[in-house]
């Protein structure tokens, strides 16, 4: 999806810090909990598990809850946002116990009803996303892709950064259900999955730090150069 959550290679958002040797998982043990019920949260709204529509909350959370309140916050926002509309949680219900457990006196939202309907072809929890497929990939190891340009209204992980761009097929990977469809409950769809190596330049031009980088692509994200 084309918004605040597709930062990769966008200038003006500073340098990209390393990881600490002695960098705890959690930082704080809110941070924890926050994890913990973010995946049982999202669990109890889709019916199983679905890491893609997951993503796809957090990339429509409003641009200030997914920046101000830090990486495990949007978690928390994300979460929210799914029972919500799944019907787990009457909208309001979570800021109104919050405020009350702080002493306040509000009457708060009775429980609705569910939609059975939120998430209809949920996998089962644990069933994990490699797939097998029964057509041979498309592309092979060394070839010269382009990644396509197209914008996409709903969820995908088709970079930005990457789009219309040049890269080599590095190896073939595992096939995996399709993010794009899984995100809306729309089916698996698996795909092969490719290992692609852009330079540095290619993505952002000749003044770039001289590196490559390789991300793995659906197959229908790719097309032919020529």
């Given at each position: 999806?084309?918004?605040?959550?597709?930062?990769g290679?966008?200038?003006?958002?500073?340098?990209?810090?390393?990881?600490?040797?002695?960098?705890?998982?959690?930082?704080?043990?809110?941070?924890?909990?926050?994890?913990?019920?973010?995946?049982?949260?999202?669990?109890?709204?889709?019916?199983?598990y679905?890491?893609?529509?997951?993503?796809?909350?957090?990339?429509?959370?409003d641009?200030?809850?997914?920046?101000?309140?830090?990486?495990?916050?949007?978690?928390?926002?994300?979460?929210?946002?799914?029972?919500?509309?799944?019907?787990?949680?009457?909208?309001?219900?979570?800021?109104?116990?919050?405020?009350?457990?702080?002493?306040?006196?509000?009457?708060?939202?009775?429980?609705?009803?569910?939609?059975?309907?939120?998430?209809?072809?949920?996998?089962?929890?644990g069933a994990?996303?490699?797939?097998?497929?029964?057509?041979?990939?498309?592309?092979?190891?060394?070839?010269?892709?382009?990644?396509?340009?197209?914008?996409?209204?709903?969820?995908?992980?088709?970079?930005?950064?990457?789009?219309?761009?040049?890269?080599?097929?590095?190896?073939?990977?595992?096939?995996?259900?399709?993010?794009?469809?899984?995100?809306?409950?729309?089916?698996?769809?698996p795909?092969?999955?490719?290992?692609?190596?852009?330079?540095?330049a290619?993505?952002?031009?000749?003044?770039?730090?001289?590196?490559?980088?390789?991300?793995?692509?659906?197959?229908?994200?790719?097309?032919?150069?020529?």
């Amino acid at each position: 999806m084309d918004g605040i959550a597709d930062m990769g290679g966008a200038p003006g958002w500073g340098a990209v810090l390393p990881r600490r040797p002695d960098e705890p998982v959690f930082e704080e043990p809110w941070q924890g909990r926050a994890f913990a019920l973010a995946l049982l949260s999202s669990r109890i709204a889709c019916g199983g598990y679905n890491p893609d529509a997951f993503r796809h909350a957090l990339e429509r959370l409003d641009p200030a809850l997914y920046l101000d309140d830090g990486y495990f916050g949007r978690w928390l926002h994300g979460a929210e946002l799914m029972l919500t509309e799944s019907a787990t949680l009457a909208v309001g219900a979570i800021d109104a116990r919050a405020r009350n457990l702080r002493g306040e006196h509000l009457q708060e939202p009775p429980p609705p009803v569910p939609r059975p309907d939120y998430a209809p072809t949920a996998a089962p929890v644990g069933a994990g996303s490699l797939r097998s497929v029964d057509t041979a990939p498309v592309f092979v190891p060394g070839e010269r892709v382009r990644a396509r340009a197209r914008s996409v209204p709903g969820h995908t992980r088709l970079p930005g950064y990457v789009r219309g761009h040049i890269g080599v097929v590095e190896r073939i990977q595992p096939a995996s259900v399709l993010p794009d469809t899984n995100a809306h409950f729309l089916g698996e769809n698996p795909e092969h999955v490719y290992s692609v190596r852009f330079d540095s330049a290619e993505l952002w031009g000749a003044d770039a730090a001289p590196f490559a980088l390789t991300v793995e692509m659906y197959e229908s994200y790719l097309e032919t150069a020529s």
